[in-house]
């Protein structure tokens, strides 16, 4: 969107414009003219009326709102560009509905499936990312030959090794799934405020001065290592069954009150 170029301060109130509400706004005040000639009162009632109040959020919006008119340059070149803008919110209201019929159906056919409560019970994951970790790694049981090693290089989580002598080097892995790789990224960092021991297991190699990024792919290496064998054996994940194999295999997490 154009909006840089002449409604600045739209930018600065909404950092997210993948939000309706954001694309709502532009609809209602849709040049910095437009939101001044509106009033103090009827943007309080926008902000509320789309619950966009919030703590400091609501005063820091309103004082964005009473300078919109600086910087946004003359009135007919806002005029102009502002109908880009709304013709450009007009596609994402479109694109917005269709996405809402592709969700409804994925959520049906997730819920008709044998494997919706395993992959369902995982913490975190919830009702976008179960899905996706399930239509990548499938139901046929043969895939990977039963090997977790195979599900973990096809997800992207087994590092590459390469030995030279005295000499070794390891490298993230490109030859895999990326979408696989991606959802277990997602999923991963979801985890880590459901799950104790996969939050201590992140700040554990975030303590060792490993990226954010890295821990994640540590941390979605042991999860789908979990996933595996829940997968295998058809089963929930359980969290007190994963405490107590903490327990039997001398994890270093094992004190841990699991999630």
Not at 70 to 91: C, N, R, T, W
Not at 118 to 141: H, W, Y
């Amino acid at each position: 969107m154009p909006l840089a170029e002449y409604y600045p301060a739209a930018l600065e109130a909404f950092e997210d414009w993948t939000s309706v509400s954001a694309w709502m706004f532009l609809q209602r005040f849709p040049t910095p003219e437009l939101l001044a000639q509106a009033g103090k009162r009827r943007w309080q009632k926008f902000l509320h009326s789309r619950r966009l109040w919030g703590s400091d959020q609501g005063p820091r919006r309103m004082e964005i709102f009473a300078h919109a008119t600086e910087l946004s340059g003359s009135a007919p070149s806002a005029k102009a560009k502002s109908l880009l803008a709304l013709s450009l919110v007009q596609m994402l209201f479109v694109i917005e509905k269709q996405l809402a019929v592709y969700r409804q159906r994925i959520e049906e056919l997730f819920a008709r499936h044998p494997d919706h409560d395993l992959f369902g019970s995982l913490p975190g994951a919830g009702p976008k990312i179960a899905p996706r970790l399930l239509a990548e790694i499938g139901d046929d049981r043969e895939r990977f030959d039963g090997d977790t090693q195979n599900l973990q290089c096809f997800g992207g989580t087994a590092p590459v090794t390469k030995r030279s002598g005295k000499y070794r080097h390891c490298h993230q892995r490109w030859a895999c799934d990326k979408h696989l790789r991606h959802a277990i990224h997602l999923f991963a960092e979801q985890s880590l405020s459901r799950c104790a021991w996969a939050q201590t297991y992140y700040q554990h190699h975030r303590q060792k001065d490993r990226s954010h990024a890295n821990a994640l792919r540590r941390l979605g290496h042991r999860w789908l290592k979990i996933i595996h064998k829940m997968w295998m054996d058809r089963t929930l994940y359980d969290p007190e069954l994963h405490h107590r194999n903490q327990l039997q295999h001398g994890s270093w997490i094992f004190q841990l009150k699991e999630c």
